[in-house]
């Protein structure tokens, strides 16, 4: 029986339709069911022509009637052999359709095997042994519904990859293209963002004392770029990870295009690899990020920015952002 059966004006609203010559999906949809609901109430009450709204609602309310006998119930052979076979370690699709193919000709009735679950998982039923579940292949003692199968949009599956970055940021040739990540810290209550430069490998950070969900993270993120000129926001690579559920806001806020790399591919953000190890000298991993002040990152920008670099044939990230910045007026 459904949970939400027919009511008689949807009935008549059905015969309405009929009356019009509508198909059945149009029914559904103007009385918000489904086209198999429809389908089914029209042809278990004579089909199109001898549909009645009235006469297939009294129809219904008979059938719903209880005490109502059970099919194990009414037949205690049937009963007898559902239990050897799940005994035998056979499942209840198996037991259904060898009933349904005649295998055992000794048994005159069918029966589905959504009928042989609930009988196993309904104790108050009677008809099955209590410990009948055990015989099953997770032995599990109640039942776990499924799942909804529709797949669920989520912020991946807006996020720009790697690879529809412009060419010219993996060139380093120009400075805003950015590559950025998380620092977590102690349980992971508390967190440091690092935003690096490609060309000049210079550095931005931002602490996330309360956390770093998604909504945190922006927030951070925004305050940070309001210290970079706009005409140099040009692109920021990240991490597949969840704190950026919200990249669309950023990229509209900023005025910047948001990259995300590939999953489990740290050298398609190599500037920022890297220069978290070189953070890491100054912020210990297992440390309460929470402790650092805005002062404190500013201090470690400016030792980091201001220390020689191999990568910069031991110039400064410092002079070689500057530079840059001034070439491009």
């Not at 609203?13 to 009385?31: K, L, Q």
């Not at 278990?44 to 009637?65: F, I």
């Not at 950025?180 to 931005?204: E, K, N, P």
């Not at 690579?237 to 900023?254: I, P």
């Amino acid at each position: 029986m459904p949970a939400c059966p027919l009511s008689l004006a949807e009935r008549e609203e059905i015969r309405c339709g009929i009356v019009r010559g509508e198909g059945v999906t149009s029914i559904a949809d103007r009385i918000g069911r489904h086209r198999c609901t429809v389908s089914a109430e029209i042809s278990r009450n004579g089909g199109r022509e001898a549909y009645r709204p009235y006469r297939a609602h009294d129809r219904a309310a008979r059938c719903r009637k209880r005490p109502k006998a059970r099919l194990l119930q009414q037949h205690p052979e049937l009963a007898a052999h559902i239990t050897v076979r799940l005994r035998a370690k056979d499942s209840p699709m198996t037991i259904a359709v060898e009933l349904a193919n005649g295998v055992y000709p000794e048994i005159a009735v069918t029966v589905s095997h959504e009928t042989i679950y609930r009988e196993i998982y309904d104790h108050r039923r009677g008809d099955l042994p209590r410990d009948v579940f055990r015989c099953l292949h997770h032995r599990r003692r109640i039942r776990i519904g499924r799942r909804s199968r529709r797949p669920q949009r989520t912020w991946r599956d807006t996020m720009p990859p790697i690879a529809q970055r412009p060419a010219v940021a993996g060139t380093r040739t120009e400075v805003g293209h950015f590559e950025g990540d998380l620092i977590i810290g102690r349980a992971c209550q508390s967190a440091i963002i690092t935003v690096f430069d490609r060309t000049s490998r210079y550095l931005w950070m931002a602490g996330l004392p309360h956390g770093h969900s998604a909504d945190h993270t922006l927030e951070a993120l925004t305050a940070l770029f309001e210290r970079i000129p706009p005409r140099l926001r040009r692109t920021l690579t990240w991490d597949q990870g969840k704190e950026m559920a919200r990249h669309a806001a950023l990229a509209e806020h900023c005025e910047i295009d948001v990259y995300f790399a590939d999953v489990r591919s740290p050298w398609q953000r190599p500037t920022n690899e890297n220069g978290n190890g070189l953070i890491r000298r100054y912020v210990s991993k297992g440390t309460d990020l929470a402790a650092f002040s805005p002062h404190d990152l500013r201090a470690i920008e400016h030792r980091i920015n201001t220390m020689p670099r191999r990568v910069l044939n031991w110039d400064t990230a410092h002079h070689v952002y500057h530079q840059a910045v001034a070439m491009t007026g």
